[in-house]
């Protein structure tokens, strides 16, 4: 689910940037740093262009100056329970994984209704239930999420796809 | 438990069921019941059915009043009996057909007592011999049954019951006949009744007669349990009669077989039942009985009973316990148990089939065989029986899986194999080893099945054998640890479930463990809100799809972290974050995660390549890192895998560590390294310990590459680096004829030659050019071409070209020029001319320069004498000082001493003294050692450091050059060398004269000298320290680690002679007088002090 969400981030600046520019230079490491990125409960998607940057402060003891930023991003972050629609990625033996977008996410054998069954002999390998439901790498496919899992950079999920409407989606 | 069943009983108690009673009818007979019942009455009633059929047979109706009221009585064991009716009909049935046809009125139990009527009459006149029957005569309506019955008495007494009565008392007895007749009559009734009806109401008829009874059976069975308990007044009592242990079975059937006699014989024992609970009371049996005169009859004269000794009676309140059945815990295959008795008591076994309707199992066991290792053979063979006991009590052998190859050694001919080729199954000595493993047949009782708590170390014994590895996880394990919940798995704040009792289905979270028992706040349903106590039985960790748990407990995946995936009962399968491979484990091993924990892997705290230490005399390299095990590879080249627990700890890695290898060169960390002999293996040196090492190499597969050989075996292929290898206790520079040849000025020739050690070793420099450029430091090392350099600003020590450097006067801060130095070293030998030796040895020669520019000469002493150089030292060197004490110096004392010194030098006295002493003494010691290495004459030279030199001398041959041109002093201190002088003043000389010194003052034959000597030396010792240490300092470090001892005296002596040198060495008049001057008042006092201090 996406979330307009208030941040607040300490960007620190090299000496050699003091100067008029500095704000412009602030502005572009926050959208650098931040940007795309995850802190493992959501994803920042966007920062949206009005920030907030106080003054400058002198570390003591380096020469690096200190700049509070406050910003307001887009962030993304999934929930248990949600239906998502996402890409294949990989196949194995013991389920596949799926793309949503920045999320790894992990449909386990156990939660792939029993009828699909893995064809490693296919090519490429498939989940299918030998009727219209395959599922390969590259597949649209919807899914529930079962649980996440955020490291710091990463975001992880399992998915069951074992209720209604949920499995591949009829390609377009 | 074996029931006697009374066949009367159950009959009455179904009429109860379905012929009401017509109390108004019988009310006189019940209340003659009622009576019985308060004596004796009872019993009869139960048994003695036949006897009151045939009465009933004329009455049907006081018959069923009667058994109206001891169906009451009796109801508990309605259940039970129904079958029992069941056969009963049948036979009735059969018997009578035809009256059943008739489906009269009559219930079963009407045909039952038919049944029985007509076995009297088969069997002729029932025998009786009841009072209670005798009372009921008056009381019965007819009085014909009456006289029957009395008269059956009669003939019971008499020995007369013969069916077919006296004439005379048939005569007398119409009734009797009558009753015949009536009973003829009936059952023409019947026949007719059935001949008329047809087979479909035939059917009918049982239909409903059976229906009835399943009906009746079904609703029993909806009743609630509680009211088939036994009262107290309605029910019969349980007795308990001690009977002979393990004969319990026997005697029930006994008694069943005599109650049944009995009651044949007409002469009812009065006992309902009776029953042994076998194995949890032994010795015991139970009979049940209406009182207990009827317990006593059924009981006397049994065999192995013995009721005279005590019959008593159970409580009502615990009777329903004796018949309370505890379900058997059900082994199944793949479960563990334990072995109660024999060789393998204690032994953990898993079930491998549970054969005989599960009194029996065959256990897998990991074998303990000696393979006749004790045996001895040449014993006269003796009986097994005497044999097993030793076997038993005698250490038993170790638990290893069966060894073929062990089996075939000594014991070949017991060895046969069995069955296909494909498994390793083998017969030995009568017992099957299947896969390693020993297959045995045990009886329940010899199993323990309860609190087994296998450990992993157990179980893993018998895993690791498995192909298949997994199959054994939970299947196996499960049932055997189920019953091992404890408290101790909860912890407040588990989401728990109840899954048993009353409660199932309750779940909520704990929120406080008291021994075994949860609080619960329950969080859903009605209890909701509330907090529930529960025991650990029958409670179960709850988890949902999704949640991030973490494995705890025993499981074999334990640490690992991931989310659930699916949960059946307490089972859950989860993916776990790191391998996302499914594994299932129970819940009791599972704990919720916290969201942040990180994948944390639960792996051993050894790596992959750690040096272990297994026991005192083995140490491993780790090739191998599982979750549970470890592979590790042994000094001797075996590998095995162990519990991390079987390790006994990590052993740092030495990085340097030095063996010596099969040339005699030195082996360090990360050399490479190749086998000398075997398969020339060659690789990396990853671990030296004592005198193995563990070499890798990358390119085998087998255990990780990692070998591991005798430091002799292997030979050096490429040291790490050339100079650092060249800067260990290389013993070519310890021994100075090994030594490279020489200098710039070295001649091919003999020791002096050889004497290589770098001149601006230990010197202040500066360095001229590059990156370092302006900064000053000491050389710590140098090569031909290079020196290594501690500088002073930073804590670093570089190679700098020497070309690079320039030596700095520590005390003037002049500096020289590399060139010039290196030059003009030898100048200084040359001005110690009256040293002539020194000149002459020209490595020597150098040394002294370093004397040279110490201003040993002269002019040094002048300078020395302006206390302020000395303390300039000091002020320059704290440090080096301080390191010098540290011990280097001390070390090199010993070793001088060691080194061939003197015993004279080995007396205490002096060491001891010098120890504590400042560093400067030592260093003179250290000279001494040095004295054995080419130093020394460096020093001698120099200062003639008197006792530098003499050591020194002493010990190396170079003494020579000493003897000769060192001065008088050095001589005579050398002459520690030679005994004398030192014998003759050892101690006090040695004491006062930090030796050298003092010696040679003394020696000199200065006679003011010797005091003054004396002082000085002290003085200078102490003085010296200083500057020794700012001397010393740059040796120790010049000649590296293991030399730092013998390098650090050096120094010491250097300075020490130094000042020694001023004093009386040089110019000893000059010298002399400065000395005396400058130290003098301080100095002997000092000296004074000091002596006994070092004494």
Redesign the interface.
Known sequence: MFFIHELERIITLHPSFFGPNARTYISNQLLHDVEGTTS?AYFIVCVMDTFDISEGRVVPGSSLAEYTVHFKAVVWKPF?GEILDGLVDSLNE??FHVNIGPLDV?V????IPSEIRYDGNATPPQWTDNGDQVIERGTHIRIK???????MGKM?A?A?MKEDYLGPLPSV | MSNLLNHDFDDEESDDEFNPAPEVDSGDEKGANRSDDGQSGKPSRVSNGAARKSREAEDDEDDDAEDGEPKAKAGAGGDAEDDVNDDEDAEGEGEDDDEQGGAEDDDDEDEDEDEDDEEEEVSGRPRKRRRRDRRMQFIDAEAEVDDEEEEEEEGDEDDLAGDEAHPDDLADLPAGAETDDRRHRELDRQRELAASMDAEKQAEALRERYGRQRRAAADVSLQPWQTFLPEADKDPKIWVVRCKQGKEREIVLTLMKKLDDAKRAGKPLGVTSAFTREGTTSGYIYVEAWNQMAVERATEDVQNLYPRSKITLIPVSEMPDLLRTQKDKQLTEGMYVRIKRGLYTGDLAQVYEVVNNGSEVEVRLVPRVDYGVSEDLNAPATDGKRKRPGGLTGNRPPARLFSEAEARKKMAKYLQPQGNLKRNHFNFRGKEYIDGFLHEYYKLPALQTENVNPTLEEVSKFVASDEAGDNLDLGALAQTMKQNASGADYIPGDTVEIYQGEQRGVWGKAVAVTGDIVSIKVMDGPLRGQTVDSSVKGLRKMFKEGDHVKVIGASKYRDEVGMVVKVTADRVTMITDATEKEVEVFSKDLREAADSSGMQQGISKYDLFDLVQLDAAHVAVVIKVDRDAIRILDQENSVRTLLPSNISHKIERRRNAVATDHEGSEIRFEDVVKEVSGENRQGRVIHIHRSWVFVQDRNRMENSGVFAARSNAVTTVAAKGGAVTSAGPDLSKMNPSLQRPGGPNGGPMGPPKTMGRDKMIGKTVMIRKGVYKGLIGIVKDATDSEARVELHSKNKTIAIPKESLVVKDPITGNTIDYSKFASGSRRPGGMGPPQSPWGGATPSSRVPNGAGWQGGRTPMAARGNATPAWSMQQDRKPAGWERDEGGSKTPGWHRGNDGGRTPGWADGSRTVAHRPNDGSRTSYGGATAYGGRRPQSTWSASSKTPAAGNHGFSSSSGGDPWATGSRTPFHSSSSSRTPNPYNAAPTPGALNAPTPGGPSWQNNSHAGATPGGFDAPTPGVYAAPTPGAAADHPTPAAYGGGRGGLSAPTPGAMDAPTPGARYGAPTPGAGYAETPGAWAAGTPAAANDDDPRYE
Not at chain 1, 108 to 111: Q, V
Not at chain 1, 145 to 151: A, D, L, Q, V
Request: aromatic share 10%; glycine share 22%.
């Open positions: 493992g248990k013991a389920g992990f386990s054998k156990s939660m999420i079962k649980g996440t899992r955020g490291e992880f399992i069951t």
